[in-house]
């Protein structure tokens, strides 16, 4: 469409620029045909601006000599000078056309023994004309260039970004793994060392099946890593969370959930950072917590969704803030919501509080 309107405006401003000078030409007698010819050859700038450009001089010259065309030398090509001097050739360009005003001067001669300021007016005001030409050439040149390094950088900031947080997705998965596979080794040795093998074998099944969920997942994070750092990785979602306590209940921890409000209308960001908390918060009781119960409470609001996980453990009176408790923050900052974490001697609670309302599906 650019090039379109380029090639329209430069037939009209050729027709209309000879009939503005008041020359005793008809518009009709060549001026038409040389105008049509430059915007048609226009349609052709963005593949070969050169050579668009060496065929508008190639026009003028030869208009000139048949004496079909009396007006200047460089502005009736003033499109494809602009658009050949945004290419790499830029030197060639400006090279050409002072060659061009060369050639004018020398063909003006008459006109500077009759009329110096006449042949000055014609030969500097396209010097002029070519230098403005060529100086926005450049500019347009550099400036793309700047939008394509700027977007070569947003796109490596967004791999980055992805990578980050898919390693925050594996350290999840690893830790919540280990600490449910840990428990149910140890209660597998606990039952062999009880002589009771349908209770060790039981333990080492539910080890299993987190282990092999567990594996699905890393694969395919490995897999988007490997193949397509900017790609989709696969996400759980809320419709997982009953998947998610069951494993901490496997593992011999007695845990409760409450859902309140309706989960289908929270986006996919707020839903993955909801099972993560969850999934780290118990991931962090069955690791440090020594607790035997714990309670789940989510609430899905109009604007927020706000998550509670409390264990009866044993508290600290430090909180140490490592890859899990930073992944959670992380999360939460990230979609403007908040995070506390406290630790008492009566247990360990953390809640998040997550807008819901414009996220990002």
Not at 344 to 357: C, Q, S
């Amino acid at each position: 469409m650019l090039d379109l309107a380029l090639a329209v405006i430069t037939v009209i401003g050729v027709v209309t620029g000879i009939m503005a000078a008041e020359l005793r030409q008809s518009p009709w007698s060549g001026t038409f045909q040389f105008a049509l010819f430059l915007g048609v050859v226009l349609l052709l700038r963005r593949r070969w601006p050169m050579v668009v450009l060496l065929l508008s001089i190639a026009a003028t010259f030869v208009f000139h000599f048949t004496s079909l065309f009396q007006g200047g030398w460089i502005w009736p090509a003033s499109a494809a000078y602009f658009s050949a001097a945004c290419t790499p050739w830029v030197r060639w360009v400006a090279a050409i056309g002072v060659a061009q005003l060369g050639y004018e001067a020398v063909y003006l001669r008459e006109i500077l023994a009759e009329n110096v300021p006449r042949f000055l007016t014609h030969v500097l005001g396209e010097g002029l004309l070519l230098a403005a030409l060529v100086a926005a050439g450049l500019v347009y040149a550099a400036a793309a260039r700047w939008r394509e390094r700027l977007r070569e950088s947003e796109g490596r900031t967004r791999a980055a970004e992805e990578r980050l947080r898919l390693s925050r997705e594996v350290h999840d998965i690893v830790a919540h793994t280990l600490a449910v596979v840990g428990v149910q080794l140890n209660v597998a040795a606990d039952a062999l060392d009880e002589e009771d093998p349908a209770e060790a074998a039981d333990a080492l099944r539910v080890a299993k099946d987190v282990r092999n969920r567990a594996m699905a997942d890393l694969r395919s994070l490995i897999g988007v890593l490997r193949d397509d750092p900017g790609g989709p990785a696969p996400q759980p979602d809320l419709a997982t969370l009953g998947d998610l306590i069951e494993n901490a209940r496997a593992a011999g921890l007695r845990v409760t959930l409450d859902e309140r409000g309706d989960p289908s209308n929270v986006p996919a960001a707020p839903a993955v950072a909801v099972y993560r908390i969850v999934q780290e918060a118990l991931t962090n009781t069955l690791k440090h917590a020594n607790a035997t119960a714990a309670e789940v409470r989510v609430g899905y609001g109009p604007r927020s969704v706000t998550v509670e996980v409390e264990d009866d453990g044993r508290g600290c009176a430090r909180i140490a803030e490592g890859h899990g408790l930073t992944g959670m923050r992380g999360r939460v900052g990230a979609l403007n919501g908040t995070l506390s974490v406290e630790s008492t001697p009566g247990g360990f609670t953390v809640r998040a509080e997550i807008p819901v309302a414009g996220s990002l599906t």
